[in-house]
């Protein structure tokens, strides 16, 4: 049977920063109030012509050299994102393909929110455990300061924009499988965060673009609460599905939304600082690309090494949830 072993990670950071000052600019906030309702002081901001394709294909770049592949092993690409370049075709895997230089391969969108990472690497584990693929490249990435509302103060200074990738590969060797993916969802939530126009049922039209409802809104308050049940709850079934206790983790990569979701996550969770990946102070809520943008720092910081545990925890709209846990697993 092939297994399948997560190898490398890869991110691409936007260059401009947009900082709580910069919002204080524009809303009624403070650095302050953002800093202790968030735990956010800045956030990358895309170029006006760099879309979630090109940061999506920087990242995939990184991520195919450091599994040691070629760009031509690649045999499948999952993007996950809700800020498609285009809003219903192609699809922006189609288009992060050819920028790759790859001319025949299976290339789809998925789109899952904040969750949307966890979920692609899920459809990378099942095609590679159905024997039906060897390379599956996986694309978290994200410009969500195109559907972002800066009338909005609840809402608009949580996101940015970012990416990020992984190479998941076959292998016989069982010590480097993904050890469990686990995906959920309830569309009873749905109205929880949504943009409620420019799809097929409220089409683009004036009173859409006037009113902003193809940007995102979002009810921050109950959701901060589902968040921080469902994180918690996602992460003890896995943990005692598997036998292993919060000290048995080495690397804790939670959806990056708000530091208070986090630490309160952690703290229920009784998973120490040390084990924690924390991101959004610098790059805030980046969706799909959150928790791959948290790994690949690390990762570049030296903290995650051959063989340690990783456990990924996301949470998003629709409501959608996934957790997933791995040996980090590079090719020797
Ligand atoms: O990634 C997908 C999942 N998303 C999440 O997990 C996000 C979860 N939600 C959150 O992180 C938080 O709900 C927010 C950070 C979005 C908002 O924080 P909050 O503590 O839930 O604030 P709130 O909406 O309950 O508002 C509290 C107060 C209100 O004032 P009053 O009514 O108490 O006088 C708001 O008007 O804070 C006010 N407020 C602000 N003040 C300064 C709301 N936004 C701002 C702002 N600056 N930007």
């Not at 294909?57 to 040691?68: H, P, S, Y």
């Amino acid at each position: 049977m092939a297994y399948a072993a997560f190898r490398s990670i890869g991110a691409y950071i936007p260059e401009k920063i947009m900082t709580n000052a910069d919002f204080e600019k524009i809303m009624d906030t403070s650095d302050e109030w953002i800093t202790k309702r968030t735990g956010i002081k800045e956030r990358r901001i895309a170029a006006e012509d760099e879309y979630p394709s090109d940061m999506g294909a920087k990242a995939a770049t990184l991520a195919i050299q450091r599994a040691g592949i070629e760009v031509s092993d690649v045999d499948l690409i999952v993007f996950a994102t809700v800020t498609p370049d285009y809003l219903c075709m192609p699809s922006t895997a189609c288009v992060t393909a050819s920028k790759l230089g790859l001319r025949d391969v299976q290339a789809f969108d998925i789109s899952a929110a904040c969750t949307g990472f966890v979920y692609a690497l899920s459809v990378a584990k099942a095609f590679i455990e159905s024997g039906m693929k060897k390379n599956v490249l996986i694309i978290g990435a994200e410009k969500y300061t195109s559907i972002l509302n800066y009338e909005d103060r609840g809402t608009a200074f949580i996101f940015g924009d970012g990416a990020g990738a992984a190479i998941i590969s076959a292998t016989e060797n069982k010590d480097e499988a993904i050890v469990d993916v686990k995906c959920s969802s309830d569309g009873d939530y749905d109205h929880l965060i949504m943009t409620p126009g420019g799809g097929s049922k409220n089409p683009c039209s004036p009173e859409v673009l006037e009113q902003k409802l193809a940007c995102i809104q979002m009810k921050g308050n109950e959701t901060f609460k589902l968040a921080v049940k469902t994180l918690t709850s996602d992460v003890q079934v896995m943990l005692e599905k598997h036998n292993l206790k919060p000290e048995d983790i080495k690397h804790f990569i939670p959806h990056q939304a708000n530091f208070r979701i986090i630490k309160a996550v952690g703290e229920a969770l009784k998973l120490t600082e040390e084990q924690t990946v924390v991101t959004v102070d610098k790059y805030g809520n980046t969706s799909a690309a959150s928790i791959p943008m948290a790994m690949n720092y690390a990762y570049e910081q030296g903290r995650i090494k051959a063989g340690e545990n990783v456990l990924f925890d996301a949470f998003g709209a629709g409501l959608t949830w996934g957790s997933a846990l791995f040996p980090f697993s590079p090719n020797k």
